[in-house]
């Protein structure tokens, strides 16, 4: 049976019925968006992967960015998230910036030597972990202690350490900083890096996160990586074309052509613009085929 959860930050965890491994397709909305919005954007990403045959083992589900509530007013939406948006771009360093990588900067910084997987690095790791996300949750944007708080409320802990759950995140426009800043989070707290991967739409980050290191025999059954593979961005979007201008750091090179459309004349709308495109559908379901049988091996 096909399962939809609409999860939110602020909501009591309903409960559900895991299939075993459990694969969670996790959609994180961006700035001017209603929970009801939201969650219609939760439905068409659903809806446009019901192809795929796995579709029995995918729980689909919303942590909810809430970037505007139902009756708060346009401008005043778009200005605050114009304004999280513009301290994520400038914090965009501190957002991607692993674990592993800000270990090292402290060992460098303090002068020390623990070689990676050994009992000193793994101490000395685990007396800096609080600080790393303390910064994470302080530059990664007003809501993503909210977003993090969402993604953990939706997973049980048990399942992760019994390599019983994987993650897909599927994030719109701003939803990608988000994504970026949750998958460093909890990849920092345990989350297995094999199992966590990020397909962003018209993201405004100039990195996304969480590609998949592959095996030589995942690579001989099914297309690999290629670098641009987990974002789709259109060179009309032109929301993504002004905020490059805009905001520092730069975007991730637009890499599909999506025509204009009367629906949208913006070129940026997660419904009405991108999933209707006949290639970033294809690339989208091909994605998280790929990938779900990639967890299924690892």
Known sequence: MKKILFMFSACSLLPIANAVPAVYNIHINGINTTPSSAQLGLIALQQNAASIASQDDFIWNLVYNPSRSDSQGII?????????????????????QSFTEYTVEKLNAAHLNYANGSPEYEQFQASILHDYQNTLVSKGGKNLQKVVDGFQQLIDPALIAQNQVAVILLPHSQGNAYANGLYNYVVSGGFPLNKITIFGFASPMPKELGVLDKSDDYKSFTQYFIQNDNYITSKNDMVINNLSRLLPNGVLPANTNIPYNNNDKTGHSLIDTYLPNSEVHTKYVEFIDRNYRYFMQS
């Open 76 to 96: 005043s939406s778009l200005f605050n998230g114009v304004s999280d948006m513009f301290k994520q771009k400038m914090s965009a360093e501190v957002i991607n």
